[in-house]
């Protein structure tokens, strides 16, 4: 499969002066962007070697995980479907269905409740497809956290602070094993996205078996998930603008920021080596559009 790996390494430019690092895995591809591609390659393989060609999978109308699911299957020579959360919607008024369907995924509308039952939602309507293989929400598995891990063998091994958003937690688990594995010095800053983000650090010690080097950043959620500020479009209006990178307001907007906030604040020494990881989901920006009205 052709994918941009590894992902180059760019130093900001408008930094206060500080070394700031930006891991570009949002140029892995357009598509199957950022985190994504890490936590997919792994799944792929398994279903590949149970010889299953039908990923099913399942998330919300504007997920950047079913977008990176149905690119990758079809550059796979794969099969995908989707059970999406919520009432049927046309192209015409979500362009990140319109792309999974152009990858030809089949999109299958599923009420909120029966939504939460993933497991059951398979079963019932899969039982007779032997090709059929299990692709949890968000691609959330230990094989998504041995893909992230990898991301820690492309980088420099002198990095003082890593940063990442966080929305489950599966990525950043990735990252820490990865930093443990290697026994770096590394810290791990991670932006919790949603509101109440302290839970994260269970779900990071599921996998890592520990919490050593993480830091959980929890008050750069905006008031939750998928909810900006002004001062939040504002940021990412300034920050592309003079560096010419897109930033999403779900995700890398709320890290990026978090990262200005705490330099600000004085919280690095001049002489620390930072690195955001910029996890892609660019796709976001298209469902936020009536937040950017006013720029
Ligand atoms: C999905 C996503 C995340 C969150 O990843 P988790 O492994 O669920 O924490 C972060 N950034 C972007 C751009 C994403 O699309």
Redesign the pocket.
């Known amino acids: 499969m052709f994918i941009n790996i590894p992902s180059p390494l760019q130093q900001l430019k408008d930094f206060a002066g500080h070394q700031v690092l930006v891991k570009r895995d949002d140029l892995i591809d357009p598509y199957v962007?950022?985190?994504?591609w890490r936590?997919l390659k792994y799944i792929l393989a398994g279903a590949d070697a149970q010889q299953k060609n039908h990923l099913v999978t399942f998330g919300g109308a504007y997920s950047?995980?079913l977008v990176a699911t149905a690119a990758a299957c079809s550059k796979a020579g794969l099969k995908s479907t989707a059970f999406v959360r919520g009432d049927a919607v046309s192209c015409i008024h979500n362009e990140m269905l319109m792309l999974c369907r152009l990858f030809g995924m089949e999109l299958i509308f599923t009420d909120r409740l029966s939504y939460k039952n993933k497991k059951l939602l398979f079963e019932t309507q899969f039982t007779e497809d032997q090709n059929a293989f299990f692709v949890d929400e968000?691609g959330?598995s230990p094989e998504?956290v041995k893909g992230?891990a990898e991301i820690i063998a492309e980088l420099p091994e002198d990095i003082d602070h890593l940063f990442?958003?966080?929305?489950?937690?599966?990525?950043?688990a990735g990252l820490l094993t990865g930093i443990h594995q290697r026994g770096l010095k590394t810290k791990l800053h991670v932006i919790p996205?949603l509101k109440g983000g302290d839970f994260i650090a269970d779900e990071i010690s599921k996998y890592t078996g520990g919490t050593a080097q993480l830091i959980l950043h929890t008050d750069y959620h905006f008031g939750g998930y998928a909810k900006t500020s002004p001062d939040l479009i504002d940021f990412i209006k300034n920050f592309t603008a003079a560096e010419g990178i897109l930033i999403?307001p779900?995700?890398?907007a709320k890290m990026f920021y978090a990262i200005e906030h705490l330099h600000a604040s004085g919280y690095f020494k001049p002489s620390d080596k930072i690195v955001a990881l910029h996890?892609?989901?660019l796709l976001?920006l298209l469902g936020m559009k009536d937040k950017f009205e006013q720029i």
């Open positions: 962007s950022g985190n994504k936590k950047n995980h968000g959330a998504a992230c990442c958003a966080a929305g489950t937690g599966t990525t950043a996205v999403d779900v995700y890398t996890t892609g989901g976001g």
